[in-house]
């Protein structure tokens, strides 16, 4: 699949303002920020809590919560409104299960940022209903596993979707071809390497989530 139709998702880059600006400066179609729920604060960030007081990542790596800095939601986007002018390139993921976050980062939505174009992943496809009857949301549909990806088939033979997110080694370019029928957007991750990006081509998706920079403006620039 040539270049200029392949997606450039900046993956994890809205967790910090500098990355999201680096990001949305070096011209990527969406960047990603990680949504959680904790303790009524909805938190920008990757890693887990474990317990009020500590983060942890694949549970080698621990972090005292007092010495990471963690913007919350509210911030983000009052720097996209004022900062880079409401630029409508955020993709919100709601992590967790609680689905109380769901509703929260929609009512945050309509108050701070009212009209805004804005994508909303989730694996818990069923949060995606609290941004109903809001036009300038689009819902990407996320899955991580084998038996999510069955899920995701079958449900986009019975409804179309504006967009969906699949662990990358899931896929064959049998499967991604059924997932193009039934989505408007395909994309994949984790895309990292030059080997993952020639895969992701292979596969033939519309898009590839990338923690690399380098990558992701190699997308970019080849299609002017």
Not at 197 to 213: F, M
Request: with cysteine.
């Amino acid at each position: 699949m040539a270049d200029q139709r392949l997606l450039a998702v900046a993956h994890r880059a809205g967790n910090d303002l500098a990355d999201l600006r680096a990001a949305l400066d070096a011209g990527v179609d969406l960047v990603e920020a990680d949504i959680h729920l904790f303790r009524g604060a909805l938190e920008v960030r990757h890693c887990k809590a474990l317990g009020r007081h500590l983060f942890w990542e694949k549970w080698w790596d621990v972090s005292w919560r007092r010495d990471v800095i963690v913007p919350e939601l509210a911030e983000v986007l009052a720097h996209v409104r004022e900062v880079v002018n409401g630029d409508p390139r955020l993709m919100l993921d709601l992590k967790g299960r609680a689905p109380a976050v769901a509703p929260e980062v929609a009512a945050l939505l309509r108050r701070a940022a009212p009209g805004m174009p804005v994508s909303v992943c989730t694996k818990q496809w069923r949060m995606l209903d609290a941004f109903d009857g809001d036009p300038h949301v689009r819902k990407i549909l996320s899955a991580s596993s084998t038996r999510q990806l069955g899920r995701l088939r079958a449900r986009l033979r019975r409804r179309r979707a504006a967009g969906v997110s699949v662990r990358r080694q899931l896929l064959t370019p049998a499967v991604a071809e059924e997932l193009r029928r039934g989505a408007d957007v395909v994309m994949v991750w984790p895309v990292d390497t030059e080997a993952a990006l020639d895969h992701a081509r292979w596969l033939g998706v519309n898009g590839v989530i990338s923690k690399n920079l380098d990558i992701l403006r190699q997308l970019v620039h080849a299609r002017g």
